[in-house]
Each structure stands twice: as C-alpha cells, then as structure tokens.
C-alpha cells in the first residue's frame, strides 16, 4: 500500500511532465503494476486469513474428539489412566470445557490476524523511522546563541556529503557585521554547501565556522537558527492563508507586522488583489500563485524575523526584471546592517556586494569586490563576459540610454 500511496502522488505531482512528454499511458501502465502487485498481496493475505480459521477449527474439533475417545475408553474401563487416578465422566466433560475455552482466544486472533498483520508493518516502518539517529545533534554541554552580531568567518572548511568526495576543500572567508558576501560559480561549485553549514544544516569535516568568534557547534542549533534568515530558490509555502505563511517567520507577529512585511518585500500590490486578500488560503505549496509571487512571500517572512544574518540562495533568479528590481529595493532596505550572503545570477545583487567568492570545484580561485575581479581578469571576467555582461548592457544605465561604465570599461 505504501507503495501504491508513493506512485500515485509522485504521478499526480509530476501530471505537466507527464502531459508534456506524452507519458501518460505509460505512467497509467506502471500504476496498474503497481496496483497489481497491492491486490495479489492483498488476495494472500485473505486466503491465508480464510484458511486459518477453518484449520483451528479442526484443531479444535481433533482436540475435543481425542478427549472424548481416550477418556470415554478410561471410563467405560474405570481403569486408571497412565497411573493416575481413576477418570469419571465428569472429569471428562471438564476437559472438554477446557478446550473449548482455550479455542476460543485463539479464533478470534485468527480473526483479527489481518489487521495485526498490517499494524506489525505499519509498526516496523515507525519504529525504523524513530530509531534513526540524527546526523546533528547539539552538544551535551550545548549553550544558547547569543544575541547576533554578525561576525562570520569559516576557517578551512572542508565539507563531503558522501564519505571520500569533498564538496569543499578548505574554504576561508570573513564576513565583518553589515557585510554583503555574493557567492558565483558554476553549477557543482559549492555555493550553496558553503551556505548550508553556517546555519549548521551540516557540519564541516574539518575546519570550523564562527559566528561572532563562537564555533556553530558549540551552540544549540534551535537558537542559533532563530536568528539567520533564509530565502531559498525554491520557496515552500503551506496550505493555509497568506497572513500564517508569511507569520511562520514570527509566530507571535500582530496582523500589522505581517502586513509592513509585506509591504517591504513589494508583496502587499498583488496579495490585495487576492479574492480574499491577506486571509486567502493558498493551494499545496503555494498552489495558485506564481513563482515570482511565491518568492515575494518568502522574503517577507524572511522580513518577519528580523534576523542579523540573511541567506539568499539565487532568490530573485525566478522573478522577470521589473518585480528584481522591487526586491532589490526592498532588500537594500532589509540587508541595512545585517550581514548577508548571496548566491545570485543575477548581476544586481553582486555588483553591490562588499565582497565576490568566486567558487570553483569547491575552492575559492579570486576573492574581491566586483570592479577588482573585472580588473583582474581571470575567471570571474570570464564568467561576467558569459553570463553578466549581456545583462548589464541591457539595463538602462541612464535616462538617455548610454551603456554603463563598467561594461564599458569590460568591453575594453
């Protein structure tokens, strides 16, 4: 059955693929195996079910007919029977009562053997679920994060997912309180590794990461999360009313709060125009809106929390140029004084950044602001002249069109 449950909501999920690529017959084919393989267990387990209560049955029957036989003879010949005393029929009709009262519990579990069939399975997936040891866990002598300043350094941090493949091999940076770090690099680099473990969502493998000079470790992860913000990529919202989701980043927040947070992250134009406004409930993971608009509730609730350490991990890659442009401004207003790390395609956020990692195969190859690593010209100009400049050029620089001076200055 679980498996059943896990096919159909992974086909139900992916319908637009499956449109798309014209796939639904053989989805609807595998579904059908699938659901087979459910009704052929299914159909054992009634016929051994079926089977065994008509077997006690005739367990109890042979029961009760070998006590008839043996002591109807013991009586008919009022002999003893193996050195005992003397059976009378009395005795005899008390050993039948006996059998009759030992049957009986156990058809009524013959009974019920299906359904403590199906709860030992259900039990032995709950308890292997429970029995699972977390990864991170805090220390014994764990102590609670103390109010944030924003100081960040990772000193020779190594990071592997999976044992024997580093992800990051011995990445340093420093991050003074109100700083803007922007992470670039190709696909595979180590952005968002690096961007994972100052949150402690991994640790390290060897180095360590300081937060105001206290290694993450250290802490209670709870309170240390509490004060680091994170807009990711691919926002996930609940099923519930636009105020709550935005509210998850401060539970305790007045309707007022919500709403100002709304309005700093340019989100309160289109949520007014929702049928119900602040008090829609949205569909499954934000069903209904766009992705752009889905990302605007994000970082207001990112708002919300008022964090001194801010994570944006490629948060404006999915909105069009107009709606950037109001996060951008919404943003200069929230990352005022708090220190922030980006990992952005989009050239508008690293042009401003107070310093550029430029990660490649899990090591930092240039570090710097932006102007110097276009002056330096090596991999980050070669990544600016591939992916950034075209969008530079495009963006009107002046109110009589004329190119920015530092794609000019690239183009030279």
């Known amino acids: 059955m679980g498996s059943v449950n896990a096919d159909l909501q ?34 054992r387990a009634a016929a051994f079910t079926s089977a065994l209560t008509p077997v006690l049955e005739a367990l109890g029957y042979v029961g ?28 005899v009709f008390e ?79 420093h ?9 670039v690099g190709p696909t595979g680099a180590g952005k ?10 991994y640790d390290v493998s060897s180095g360590a990461v300081k937060i105001d000079d206290i290694d993450v470790r250290d802490v209670k992860a709870k309170t240390l999360r509490h004060q680091i913000g994170i807009v990711l990529q691919d926002s996930f919202l609940f099923s519930d009313t636009v105020m709550n989701n935005i509210r998850y ?23 007014e125009r929702l049928p119900q406004g602040y008090q829609t409930v949205l569909g499954e993971r934000g069903g209904g809106l766009s992705q752009g608009q889905r990302q605007l509730i994000s970082i207001a ?5 008022n964090p001194r350490i801010m994570i944006l991990d490629e948060a404006t890659s999915s909105v069009d140029t107009r709606t950037e442009r109001l996060i951008q401004k919404a943003l200069e207003v929230l990352l005022k004084g708090r220190t922030s790390f980006v990992i952005a395609h989009r050239l508008s956020t690293i042009r401003n950044a107070n310093q550029v990692l430029m990660l490649m195969a899990g090591e930092v190859v240039e570090r ?45």
Do not use: C
Request: charge should be negative; aromatic fraction near 6%; glycine fraction near 6%.
């Open 10 to 43: 992974e086909k139900i999920a992916g319908v637009r693929e499956a449109q798309a690529f014209n796939r639904e017959e053989e989805n609807i084919d595998n579904f059908r195996r699938t659901n087979a393989a459910n009704r052929d267990a299914n159909v």
């Open 64 to 91: 009760i007919a070998i006590v008839v036989v043996v002591g109807g003879i013991a009586v008919f010949r009022n002999q003893p029977l193996l050195g005992t005393t003397t059976i009378s029929l009395g005795l």
């Open 95 to 173: 050993f039948l009562q006996y059998i009759q009262r030992f049957n009986q519990p156990i058809q009524q579990i013959s009974v019920l053997w299906t359904n403590i069939q199906s709860a030992i399975a259900g039990g032995e997936r709950i308890f292997g679920l429970l029995d699972v040891k977390p990864d991170l866990v805090d220390k014994p002598n764990a102590i609670d994060m103390p109010p944030i300043v924003g100081k960040v350094e990772l000193i020779d941090a190594k990071a592997e997912y999976m044992k024997g493949q580093p992800v990051l091999k011995g990445v340093s940076l």
């Open 175 to 183: 991050a003074e309180p109100g700083e803007t770090i922007a992470i």
């Open 192 to 201: 968002t590794t690096i961007i994972n473990l100052i949150p402690r969502f």
């Open 249 to 271: 980043g401060k539970l305790d927040a007045t309707d007022e709060e919500v709403i100002e947070a709304a309005k700093l992250a340019s989100a309160d134009t289109f949520i």
């Open 301 to 305: 609730r990112a708002a919300l929390a």
């Open 368 to 412: 710097g602001t932006h102007s110097e690593l276009l002056a330096n010209k090596g991999p980050y100009y070669e990544l600016y002249m591939s992916q950034f400049r075209r969008e530079e050029e495009t963006e009107p620089a002046s109110a009589n069109g004329t190119v920015p001076a530092t794609a000019q200055t690239a183009s030279n």
